[in-house]
Each structure stands twice: as structure tokens, then as C-alpha cells.
């Protein structure tokens, strides 16, 4: 049994830490933070969890919450872990990151795409990044998991068989990406009010969405050369939920011609066959949203374009759980030597 | 461990019956049955079950499954079990229907409401009404489970301790109800579309909803007088969830003084003091249907108005779980000796 | 044609005010104010009215205003028009209010009920009621319009042929509303963001919402003793939209029976053969919001429950259009003697 | 004032029909038919219409409803209308068919994507695609009109001046397109029910959705070289709206640079010009299918990646209204001579 404490809990990100970590039976919720809500009782504002999670909620304190916690998760705004990390809390318990501070290794590229200074490079060589089915074996040991983020987690599980396996030209990737609103994050703007969101999508973030040098940055790893793509973010008026479709050109194999659906579709069954939150979908079906909510699962699928000979590459996730906090817990259990799927073999809830 | 069967499991409720009981520790699924597909993939038809319940579907036949299984859940249309249930059956395994059949003590209030003839009246005095919270003792022994309504349900959680308190008079109740869709079940039905239901709100089955009269007798089981109430359910554009929100005039006490809230509250805070699954509010704190999804939870508060000495108690609990599947696993749990919320300890989704 | 000027353009209710007024065949849409957005382009915020209203918003001041225009709308919140309202501005200009400023004739009521000091008492006797249907002839000559609150408007049309017509009791009537979330403005608060509305169903303002004594007090207008009710309103997950249903005691008639539904429903044809925008559904039709979307029409209808003796009112209507927006419209129109029906005769959009 | 009569008046577009002719000043809707509901009045299936549209409906008989009417709009299935239309039928009244029959001018190629024999093939060389904005002067004159499907309408408004303009290389064109769920149209499926298509999101009808054809022969008719392109599309929890973005690489120009946004917009904005139903936004302005909605608008604005040299196209449009029904009264009105925008001047509903 460890203790755990997170800050930025009244957050959806934290929100959702909280919910599958009192499900959780290695771990002890000890210490919640909030910056806005620092003084009121948890389930005074998430009223889901009156009787199972009624903590008061703590300023931030990092150093302090680090002598008190084996693992300390941070859902918090870009800049903040960067601003407040030293060896010392690294020395004390471990941390699980769900901001983008440590997940592009070169800092100038975080600085212009995110716009801020970084305040701790000397971490972001340490920091491994958390996406478990790539880098299992450097989670196991890491002091520091940089948690990736919900599209690029659902990009990357979507697109890189399709690299790895060399079927598409690394040059030609599109992801045309949409979100539930869970991903606009819990402030109060006009732009998420229900009556601005329901019945309508739009998309946001065009041409630049800053996790694009996240998505390219994983798939360049997996590549034979460096990808570069456009990635589309839009807003559909859904609470929870990811689904990307992806687009590239198939290449010509040495015989001339092109891959076929099965060819492809078997690779991607082989790669995945031993991971137990990636869903392979069979031939013809095609991931949706509502069959992976409240989960850990991804489900993945691809569709040959035989006119055009261009893959369409599909997957769906939660972005709430596999694409923030199921994931971060996933980097836990891997860190700590739990199974990996402990707090998260939940179904998914439909409808 | 035991073995467990569902007739209708293709319909919603059958649906989060299979989702629960995935995620139960004594419990082996070990088959499925459905009228309309079976033959096929239970996880063709419901893709968030892919990898976790992957059965063929198998055709009804009652007889031939209480032979294979320790309890069996029938989650069909009024009239199935009846027309199907026998002795042997009884004798072979537990059942727990989910359909009205076996809920009104009186043959003939049934066969009136329901509009269909009972076909195996016999059964009837046997069953026990499986509200757990009123009924624990009786479930224990039980051989035949009478799973309550979802209306019934909430209403009587949410009525019955003002009843209970002598707080109002029993002949002024009013229960104004509120459901998601899943409520109306997954026929194809134009009226039950998307773009039908969507942005729209409606009352419907008045001025005689047939959960009307199951409503009052389990009432007037706790009522010094019998009940006679107005019921009236509308139809809400969300997926799971009821909220009631019931009236009733105060009754003065013998001082002449009518009861306050604090009394009131008291009086439901110590009603249910003891029990997991019944969330009595804060006094100024009313039920949202947000907050219990997914689980097994109700959330009951109440208010006093002074100005025209009428309390208005307010429920709010997930239709498919607590309403419908959650309690029929209570009830399961009751039966065979399991800790009573295994497998129901899911905290609730939110968003 | 007249040229009109509106304080509060960029709320729900004020958008709705352009949008009706933008297809109005004698109205200019002179000015548009607003306290937050003043100085940006009004199609700016409001995308959908690009090429139709593409004002440059100015700050609000009601003198200057009134010299340039015929009609001023005050879609503004509690306590704006009270403070400002001068003898000068209502010899300029005629006043459509939306806010409740001088909707109760009985001033400490109203600040009892709305929390402010009430800055203007001495226009609340001019101030005429717009409620079109009950006021007609008064709105005609009046310089300044109370336009009613959404959930007294259809409160009162559900409700009032049923008093009377001395059907029911007046002491026992519950209003029971359901509202789309338009109703709760457009302010930037968490509690109305998309994922804490959506998939959820909520009472609020209890026991005592501030529309509650507009309510009595109209209702009582028409009834041979005073109204005193119960009025609950619920937060829906849809964007427009009131649903009405309203509970009463039937009044035993000198016979000794009670009135029967086919009776009650002939009374409330009579009541409302002549008004173009109330239709009385037939028998056992009952409203639903999505018929009067976007519309200046109320539906209503009733039932009778023969087992309680009970009255069930029911009526549907467009908080924003009957509502808000619609309704200021309808009394401009009575006031300046174009057809009532001018710009309000768009057939209700459905889906 | 001319007399119109619906086939097909039971379904979305259908009724669309009868909502926007019921404002139309030139018409009197005449005869409404139905298969599925002849005998009921219209207005008892849609409520919006009572008291608008209380019509008995008719079956459907084309050649006696051509008799009496002077235009017909057909909104039925494939097949319909190229089974029934006859020299007759379009002597004696102007055809506005909404379904595909004749909107691909090679037969073989309807046949082999829609999977039936054309029954009328001889009528298809004088049939004019209806896209107002493209075909004006052939439309004024033409007896039969191909009223051109949703996501081809808001597809070539999108991309066509892109084409036109030698921006893009046709090759590379990718249509990822979103509809609301009224494009399901209205039959009772499992798939269409709320519970189905809420929260959820998906992509359906790939790789070749039968949609592909049409975009394809309307993009290549303005393009130097033939269009074969990716199609997409999407179902979105919403009820009405089409939002397109689709990806083209840039062609350099012949200094070898590529074209700018400013360029590539100012050409959008000057194609545009007089067009009353396409709004070119301005630039870092996209499309939201919540400003369209109800009206004849379709939104458009594009960005350039500058990282990729591709060009984003986004489009929003009312699949019902500009996408099916509006269009067909555009295209009514061009025929008869009315104003274009007759009838079809009404501001997009907000919320």
C-alpha cells in the first residue's frame, strides 16, 4: 500500500485520478491539493464522491507533499511542475506529470510552442515519457514520468504500427482529431458553456495545435524518417472521448505494388497482441467512442483506400482515463510494481 | 464462484447486468441469451464488451439454462417470465426477474395495469420484492426475486422515511419523476431517435404510468394509511439517470406546530445511517443525476416549504444500476452470502 | 418602420432579440449595447447573425439612447432599468423591460424576493404587465412594458383557465418546470459549462424561486381567492425549452362530482380560440418542448387523474422566444399597432 | 403564387420542406404525401406544424399530384423518382428531386455505388444539378433539378475555389467531414436511438461512402485536372449541421513559392462576392456549425500550414437547409423567378 497525492485534484484530469485511485487497492489517497477550491471538502464540489473521497483540499505544496507521499501526480497548468521540481521532492517520492513540461525533450521547441519559459531543463533529460505501451521498460525505473497528452496518446496507438511497419510515406500524415469537452478543461469561459458547445463542432487550434510537435516527436521515434504532419483538433459536443482519423499514402512495396488491408490489419493484430488496453478491432468495424468511455481501452482500426491508395488509420479512447489519468495510473502500477491493469480492468461504461 | 445466466441481455439493462458482473469477484458469466440476436458475438452487438465478454448468444430456453447456472437474470418484457417459469426451474437455481411480473402482490391490480393475463399466478406470493433496503431479510431466503422498478425504486427511497416519520399525510403525494433515455429501452423506435429526443423534454403514460400502483403498495407497506398518489415521469434527453422530486402537505404535530426541516433531516440522516448504497445530502444540498452514475448510489435530501407547509423530497439515483442491474446484483449478493456491494463499488462517472 | 435600440444585446435573451428583430418588416435595428463587449463588432460574438447584425457594440446610456430611437429592449440584469429609468427616457423612447424590475406591483416584495433596494418605485404603477394574452389592452397604450419572466409566462397560460374556470383549488397547486439551460444566461460559470450540465437533471432555487410570487401574483389576478403555490424548477440538459406540469386539487362541483376532463379541456379551447400563439392540444396530446422550438408558441394541455381527483396542467413553451425575446416583440408590436403576429411567424424548428 | 407538392414530406428533409414553404410568400403548399403515413394528419406526426400544416397525407401518386401542383419536390429513397417520372409528369409540373437519381451524369457509375438499376436513365442528361451557386443559369430553365446531397453542397463550396484558383494539387484532396444526426434520416434503427448516438463519436460508410462520386464529378468539373479524393464522413451527437475540413497539398507557384493564406482567402473572398447564402469568414475565423443553423448559410474560411504546405479548407452548412431542403426552395425560387432568397431569409437560430 503506498500513499499517493495529487495536486490540481479539482480539475476533470485530477477529477478522474481521484475516481479510479479509490477503486485502487494498492494506494491510499492521502493528500488532494487545489489552487481555487484549497479549504472546502473534495465532495463538496465533486459531489460523485460524497462517503468516498471527503478529504479537505490543500494548497499546493510540493516539497511538503513530497515527504508526506510515495508518488505525487500533478494535474496542473503548463509551467507549473517546471516552476516548482527540485532533486530534493525527486529524492522523496516519485512524480507523475499530466502537463506537457517534460515531454518534448528539446526545450527550445517546448519554449516557442508553448510560449513560456522552462523553469527545470535539468529534469527533462530524466523525464521518461509515460506512454506505457512504447516505453514500458524505462517507466519501470523513472523518478519522473512526463504523462503524455490525451491526442498524442491516441495518435501514437493509431498511426505507428502503420509507420513501424513501413506501409506509409512518413511525409503524407494527417490527423484529423476530435475531443469531448471534457479536454477544454474545467474553467469558466463562455466558449464551454453548454448552450455554446451542444448541437455543434467547430474545429480549434488550426493550423498549430501545440501538441503537434508531441505527436511528431513519438512518431519520428518509430520512423525510418522523420514525420511531419498536420494535426486537427475539433470540438464535438460530447463529455468524454477521443477519436482520431488519420490519413496517409500507402507506399509502393518493391514489387510495386501496394499493401493490402490484410497485410496491414495483421501487422497491427501482431503488435498489439499482447497488450491489454489496445483493442484491435476486426476487419470492417471501426472504433467509436462510446465503447471504450470511462476505460483504459483504445481501439484501433484501419481501412485501405484502394481508388486513392491511401490508409485511413482510426482509433477511439477515453481522453479522460488512457489519455490522462488511467494512463498516469498505468505509469504508477508500472513504477511501482503493481499489475498494470490494477484500478483500471473497469468495463466500459455504455450507454 | 458461481455461475450466472441472462435471458435478454441485449436490451440496456441486460447490457449493465453483463458490465457489472465482469467486473464481479464470485461470479462466472457463463452464458448469454437474447431473442433477437442470438447466434452472434455478444461483443459485435455491445463493442465496449470486446475482450471481456465475448460469448455467443444463446436462444432462450429457461429450463435448459437452470440447469447450468446458480442464479439466472431475467432482464425481459412483462409477461416472459411468467409464461416460462416452473417449478423445476425453481429448484435448479435462483432467479432474479427484472421485469414486473412478480412485483404486485395483487393478480388482478397486474393484469389491469400491465393489461396481459399472469400466466403463473402461483409464483407470486413466493417472490420476494427485492428493494434491498426494505427487504434484506427476505432476500437472504429467497428462491424468487421480484427486481423493483426504477421509478419504484427512488420513489420509495426517497418517500418513504417521511412516511415512515409521520411527517405528511399520506393522501397528498405527489411524485413528479424525471428519466434518462435507457429507460425507454433499445427498440427501434422513431420516438426514441437522437434528433426525437434531443433538446426536448416530455411528459408521458399519464395520467396512469404502470409503475403507479407498485409505487404505492410498497408506500402503503410503510404508511399508516394506505397511499394514493399522482406519478407522472417525463422523458429527459440524457442517457441514465431518475431524479423524483416529490410532494407532500406536512402534517402538524400534536402541538399544532408543523415539523421542521432539521427534524425531517435528522429523521432520514438516522434512517440511513447504516446503509452503503443511500446518500443522505447535506441540508441546502439537492441530487443530481451527474453524481451517481454508473453506480449504485442514491442521493436523497429534503426541503421545507413554509410558506405553503409542504415538503418536497428530492431523490436522484442511475436507472440502469440502482434501478435496474446494480440492484438485481445486490440482490444476488444478498442471496448467496457475498459481501453486499461486491462489484457495485464502482465510485460514480462524471463527467 | 421604427428604430429600437437594445441594452443587454449580447446575452441569450438579447441575441434572440436581434434575431427576431433582424427579420421584423418594420423595425431598424438601430443600436446595439453592451455593458461587456462594447466597442467589438456584434457578429463578432454572435457568428450567426455575420452580414445581418454587424453593429459595433456601444456602452450603455439610456438617455443618449432614448433620443435616437423608439423602442429601448433591457435585457439587462435585476436592478439595471430601476437605476437608470428617468421620466425623460419614457417621454423619449417606449421601454420594453426583460428583467424583473417592474413585474410586482408590491415593492417590498419584490425586494424582499430579489435581494436589492428597488431604485425607481415610482414607475412601478405605469408599468404595465406584458403578459400579450392577459394585458392586451393595456400593453397598447403603455410607455413602459414589465415583459414577464419565462417561467410565470407559461406558468400563467398553463394554469390560469383552470382557475378560472373555478376547476381547481387555489391553495394546492405545485408548479413543477423543467428549463433548457439558456435560462441560466450566458455568464461564464462553472456550473453551466457543458460537461457539468450535460447528461444530468437538476431542481435549483429551492423551496423558493424568485419567480414565485410574478407567478401568485398573476395567477391570483384570475382567481377568486389568492394563489399561494409551490414552485420547483429543474435544470435540463437542452439548450431552449420550459416544460410546465402543474399539479392542483379538483374542486367538487354543487353536484358533488367532480369536473371531468372533457369539460376542462372545452374550457381551455374556449379560453384560447382567438390567440394565435396558444394552441390546446387535443385530448390526450400533451406538450413536449421541441414543437415550440425556436417559436412564439405555448402549448398546453391537461389530464385528470380520476383515482386522486387531481388536475395535471401541462404546457411547453420557448424560454427565449415566448419566453424572453418573442414576447418583448409581441408587446412591441401591440404598442406601435403592427400586426401582433409581425416577425413572430416563423414556424417552430424541429430537429 | 404557385402550388407545391411533397413526396416524402414524413422524413427530415421533408419536413424541412414544409417549415420553410410554410414561410414562403409564392407558395401554397398544396398536397403532402406519404407511404408510411397517408390517411393521418401531418401536423399529429410533427407537432411543430399544428395549426401550420394540418394537411391529411396523401399516398403517393406522382402523375395525379402532378396535375395539380406546379412544382414537385421528391425527398424519398434512391430509386423513387427514376421508377416514376415520366414526360408527363414533367409537362405538367416542374421536379425537384432530393434523393441521387439524378445527379451523376454516367449511369453505370449510379449503379455500381448505389447498388440499384436506374429505371429512368433517359431523363438524366436533361436533369440540372441543382447547386445554385455553381449552375444559376441552367437551373432558371431546367424541368428536372438534382437537388445535390448535403456533403456534396458543403464539400464543393468548400474546396471548388481552391481548385479554381490552381491553388492545390487535385490529387491530394482529403474531405473529413462531420454531419448531425438528422442526416440519418428518420427511420426507427437501434443505431439512430439516443442512447446510441449521444456522447459518442464515429466515422462510418468507409473507405467509399456513396457520397464520394458526387463530390468528385462536381470538383473535377472546375478543376484542370480529374479530383479523386478521400471522403469521410462522420456522425456527430447534434442534430443539424455539417462541418467539413478538408486537407490539400499546396502547389507551388511558378517562382516556386507557395501560395499565401492572404492570397488563397482574398480569391475565396472575391468568388464569394455576390453570393447571398456563402459567408467567407475572416482569417483565424473558422466555421461552427451553431451559426448556420436553421438558415440557408454555409460558412467557409481556410488556413495554411506553412510547416506542410497544405492547405485546410473548413466549411460549415445546415445539412437540412442549405443541404436538402433550403437548396431545393433556392433552386424552386431561381425556376419560377422569385427572389433567390425568398423565404429563405431567416437568421440562423442561436442557441
Known amino acids: 500500500m503506498i500513499n499517493a497525492g495529487i495536486i490540481g485534484a479539482t480539475g476533470y484530469a485530477g477529477a478522474e485520478l481521484v475516481r479510479i485511485l479509490s477503486n485502487h487497492k494498492e494506494v491510499c489517497i492521502k493528500t488532494l491539493c487545489s489552487k481555487s477550491y484549497a479549504g472546502q471538502k473534495y465532495s463538496d464540489i465533486f459531489g460523485n464522491m460524497r462517503g468516498i473521497a471527503d478529504h ?11 515527504k508526506e507521499v510515495d508518488v505525487i501526480f500533478t494535474a496542473t497548468p503548463q509551467g507549473y511542475l517546471a516552476g516548482v521540481l527540485t532533486e530534493e521532492v525527486l529524492k522523496n517520492a516519485k512524480v507523475i506529470d499530466l502537463s506537457a513540461d517534460f515531454r518534448i525533450k528539446d526545450v527550445a521547441v517546448y519554449e ?8 527545470s531543463p ?9 506512454l506505457c505501451e512504447k516505453n514500458r521498460a524505462d517507466i519501470k525505473s523513472a523518478r519522473l514520468i512526463a504523462n503524455p497528452g490525451c491526442y498524442p496518446t491516441c495518435s501514437y496507438l493509431t498511426v505507428s504500427p502503420a509507420l513501424m511497419g513501413g506501409f506509409i510515406d512518413a511525409n503524407t500524415v494527417i490527423v484529423d482529431a476530435k475531443s469531448g469537452t471534457t479536454g477544454a478543461g474545467r474553467g469558466a469561459k463562455t466558449t464551454n458553456l453548454f448552450c455554446e458547445v451542444n448541437d455543434s463542432i467547430r474545429a480549434y487550434g488550426l493550423p498549430g495545435h501545440r501538441h503537434t510537435p508531441e505527436i511528431e516527436e513519438q512518431l519520428s521515434g518509430v520512423s525510418k524518417s522523420p514525420v511531419r504532419l498536420n494535426f486537427s483538433p475539433h470540438l464535438v459536443p460530447m463529455m468524454r472521448g477521443i477519436l482520431v482519423t488519420a490519413y496517409a499514402d500507402l507506399k509502393a512495396k518493391s514489387d510495386g505494388c501496394f499493401p493490402s488491408a490484410d497485410e496491414i490489419h495483421s501487422y497491427y493484430k501482431d503488435k498489439y497482441a499482447d497488450e491489454r488496453f489496445v483493442r484491435v478491432l476486426d476487419k470492417g468495424a471501426y472504433p467509436e467512442t462510446r465503447w471504450v468511455k470511462g476505460s483504459e481501452y483504445t481501439d484501433v482500426s484501419i481501412a485501405v483506400d484502394e481508388r486513392t491508395n491511401r490508409l485511413i488509420m482510426m482509433g477511439a479512447m477515453d481522453n479522460m482515463t488512457k489519455g490522462a489519468a488511467g494512463q498516469a495510473v498505468q505509469n504508477m502500477n508500472i ?11 473497469m468495463a ?3 450507454p
Chains 1, 2, 3, 4 share one sequence.
Open 56 to 66: 479537505i483540499l490543500q494548497k499546493d505544496d510540493i516539497e511538503k507533499l513530497s
Open 112 to 119: 516557442k510552442w508553448y510560449g513560456i519559459e522552462h523553469k
Open 122 to 130: 535539468q529534469f527533462i533529460e530524466e523525464a521518461v515519457y509515460g
Open 335 to 345: 513504477m511501482f510494481g503493481f499489475d498494470e491493469d490494477e484500478g483500471l480492468g
Open 348 to 350: 466500459p461504461v455504455f
